[in-house]
């Protein structure tokens, strides 16, 4: 009797991808896309691809310090940014704000690249940015990042430091720091107290 024997061969374990390379991997995707589409610099960090789309360059930003570009192509899902933005007339205007002849946008930058969407509100003819971290119109201050009108801050006494003292100003009803107004505890900070000394030389 004739035994035939058959090689038990053990089936090989799937190597387990680390977690460097699989950003890498991810990476390098994302890379590609952008070279497929030759994005193209046109000025105030937008840009155009091959297809003529607009987009708006920002950078997506994962938990190990892995910077990828990106390109916002959308104000919101159904808006692109070509059939919005006046190219002509658009210009960065400081602090995290830019502008046309229609609309102020700002860009609110997050780990994942952000938005960049249009302040409603706002009022083109008479905006300017004040400060590090603020916008101002005929009727509203505004926060950056955000756009966000700050409802709670008095308009007409709202003064901030220039644009390297950080995000600090006051107004008739007290300081504050970005939108936030300062408590007793904050008050006492150092770095606060001398903030707050400019403040009252302004």
Not at 17 to 23: C, N
Not at 70 to 87: A, P
Not at 153 to 161: A, L
Request: aromatic letters at 12%; one cysteine or more; hydrophobic letters at 30%.
């Amino acid at each position: 009797m004739v035994v035939s024997t058959i090689k038990n061969n053990e089936s090989e374990t799937p190597k387990a991808v680390t977690r460097t390379e699989r950003i890498k991997k991810y990476k390098n995707g994302v890379d590609s896309i952008n070279k497929l589409r030759q994005w193209k610099f046109l000025k105030d960090h937008l840009y155009t691809d091959k297809n003529n789309a607009l987009g708006f360059k920002t950078v997506e930003v994962n938990e190990d310090g892995i910077y990828i570009d990106r390109y916002i192509t959308h104000i919101d899902e159904k808006q692109t940014l070509k059939s919005v933005i006046d190219i002509a007339n658009f210009s960065y205007i400081g602090s995290t704000f830019y502008k046309d002849k229609n609309h102020i946008y700002t860009h609110y930058l997050n780990s994942s690249g952000g938005l960049f969407w249009i302040i409603e509100e706002a009022d083109v003819a008479t905006f300017k940015i004040i400060g590090a971290c603020y916008g101002k119109d005929k009727n509203h201050i505004y926060r950056e990042s955000s756009g966000r009108i700050l409802k709670h801050i008095d308009y007409k006494t709202f003064i901030t430091t220039e644009e390297d003292e950080g995000c600090f100003s006051k107004d008739k009803n007290g300081y504050y720091f970005c939108d936030e107004k300062l408590d007793s505890i904050a008050l006492r900070d150092t770095i606060v107290k001398i903030a707050i000394e400019k403040l009252n030389r302004l």
